[in-house]
């Protein structure tokens, strides 16, 4: 699987677009901060509609605020824990009854270890970015990928990272993560 910038989702947003009249659905996971935030202020004003989803409710009633800053409150911004199935499941419910399948899914969420020898890493941190990183896309793609096969399309974007395919010893954890992605 090859992994994407955001001039590749954004082609991937405009070649959708394409297809049809006006802006896609795009649902980003790990939309309240970094790169997420970035890409969803980005496609919305290019005219995409944004799913989000985030931990972090004030994060994304900031994000609400900016995204509806230009009148237009047709997002739709989600608390939802990759981590967990059944959050991801409602997630997903929840993304049916209001929006429909989004035509593009980016699975964005992650989270990186501090820098550490594996064996000092603690447990609880080790399985967070496990648990976020790999089986966080796991868990979406349960979900999403069922409901978008009728449809016969669809784009899904799993990001990984330069060390899931080398690889950097105090953060090994992260590096076994990404190249799960890339497997």
């Known amino acids: 699987m090859k992994t994407a910038s955001f001039g590749a989702v954004n082609r991937a947003a405009a070649g959708a677009a394409g ?3 006006g802006g896609k659905t795009v649902m980003i996971t790990g939309v309240s901060k970094g790169l997420g ?3 969803a202020l980005e496609l919305a004003k290019r005219g995409h509609t944004i799913i989000g989803c985030s931990r972090a409710q004030d994060k994304l009633n900031s994000l ?3 995204l509806s800053s230009d009148h237009n409150n047709h ?3 989600l608390i939802a824990d990759v981590r967990s199935n059944s959050s991801v499941e409602e997630l997903a419910r929840a993304v049916i009854e209001k929006k429909g399948v989004p035509d593009i899914i980016v699975n964005n969420a992650g989270t990186i270890n ?3 020898k594996i064996w000092e890493v603690p447990e609880e941190e080790f399985d967070a ?5 790999v089986k966080g896309i796991a868990n979406v ?3 999403f990928i069922p409901l978008m096969l009728p449809n016969k399309q669809g784009i899904i974007v799993n990001f990984s990272s330069g060390w899931g395919r080398s690889g950097a010893a105090l953060v090994a954890p ?3 993560s990404k190249w799960a992605v890339e497997v």
């Open 19 to 21: 297809a049809s009249s």
């Open 37 to 39: 935030r970035a890409l």
């Open 64 to 66: 609400q605020s900016e």
């Open 75 to 77: 997002h739709l911004l």
């Open 114 to 116: 501090r820098n550490n």
């Open 129 to 133: 970015v496990i648990d976020t990183n």
């Open 141 to 143: 793609l349960r979900h």
């Open 174 to 176: 992260y590096c076994a």
